[in-house]
């Protein structure tokens, strides 16, 4: 059989050295050696690959937004107030209100105002990418500066997550889990070998926990019907135990339904959140772990973003020749309205 040539190769990427073995009328057999890789062979290679578009950001997670009430606005103020105020009547409301004929005065009622005061900070960040790596990037079809925003993005809201929770000891802040003002106790003792852990608790235990905590945050706040806890938050391992565990062996229903169809708040005709975040865990006293309840709602407990994450400027740094960007956002600690109405109960 003869063959016949129906092409030429580019020198440019195969290389015709000596000791090759010979075509059919003279010549070397084109191989890819390390000439031809030099000489364009390389790239080649790189078209042959397959590669992926997507690409992998770390693993990470935050929850802040599900647990606080955040209200944007407000600039670069240093503190937010707010106003609370008290009534008192002389006498008592009770029976030194009682009225009669002949009587020589009435019951004066009034009012005691207050101002609270709650620290703000300044969240700043950069980027800085490259001249040379953004022109690179052309070819690529990806964009650097919106992998590194994503960044900024990521550093921002796991300082929201930390500020919202726990706030920062330096600065004198605190957050949802660890405020000085709210009542700390520990849930009841399981009856069996004296454990407070709900892993080694009963599903009724379970609910007279959470009812216990409900019941005692509602009676700080005088059963006011508005202030009836509404959200509670505990970690990950109590609250999968809540879903995994059914209430027997013979029932189709988990812990988890059983407490948020017979809690207090259910039966008063509100509605209870049960959510896991990691801060929960070694929150408690001496290590231990934390169940927080509260009321989510703004007027007893929020965060201002007064000015929310923001692309300040961008310009060129030409004695490092790349571009910086700066971002920066105004942010207050926890605002924490109704002390008696945030509870933790440690042990669970």
Known sequence: MKFHNVGTHDAGIFSTGAGRAALPGGGAVPVMDEAGIASGGAFLASELEKRD???RKPLTSFTYPRDIVIQTGGGWAEYVSAMSVGYGITGGAGEGAVHAGGANGVPIVQASLDKGLYKTHVWAAALRVMWVDMQRA?????SLDQLLSDGIRMAYDKHMDENVYMGFTAYGTTGLLNNPDA??????ASGTGSSTK?????PAQILADINAALTAAWAAAEYDESAMP???????????????TMVTDLAGESIMDYVVKNNVAAKNGGSLFIGATRWCKGAGTDGTDRMAVYVNHERYIKLDELVPLSRAMTGPNVANFCYDTAYSANISQVQLMY?????????I
């Open 183 to 188: 009542l700390e106790t520990t849930v009841a």
């Open 198 to 202: 709900w892993e080694n608790k009963k």
């Open 339 to 347: 002390p008696n109405t945030l509870l933790y109960f440690d042990g």
């Open 138 to 142: 052309n070819y690529i079809g990806r």
């Open 230 to 244: 509404n959200h509670i938050l505990i970690p990950y391992e109590q609250y999968t135990h809540l879903i995994n």
């Open 53 to 55: 578009p997507l690409i």
